[in-house]
């Protein structure tokens, strides 16, 4: 995993996947992530962005939700959730660590704790 990879973090909808939402990262802009999916041929209906958000790390900040998240996981990178409660959720998780964690004078001592906190949230699985 590259740390300190600055990107997006989002949540897509499609109207296919009822109740089920995409969880991911890019580097791009998630409106043309989206349409990218939805022009795979192995895709059914439109992804449409429902949330995303601008962060400094978009590995760590997906690992960190998509970890968070777990109990609602369905396959893949797609979980089953109320929308608007996991938005708020998922904002809240990431203002906090970030806010908190990746200030430029602490980045490399932020990125010794995210990894450590990442393999202690494993190991408690």
Known sequence: ?????????????????LGKYKIGKTKDNPVIRAKSLTKQTAAIGEFKVEWSKEIPDMNIAESILHYKFRKY??????????LEEIKNLAA?????????EFKEERL????SKAKKILKQLKEME
Request: net charge negative; aromatic share 22%; no cysteine.
């Open 92 to 100: 809240k998780i990431l203002d906090d660590f970030f806010i908190e």
């Open 1 to 17: 995993m590259n740390l300190n990879q600055k990107g997006f973090v989002y949540i897509l909808s499609n109207k296919e996947y």
């Open 73 to 82: 996981h369905y396959e893949k990178e797609f979980f089953e959730f109320d």
């Open 108 to 111: 490399v001592e932020a990125r």
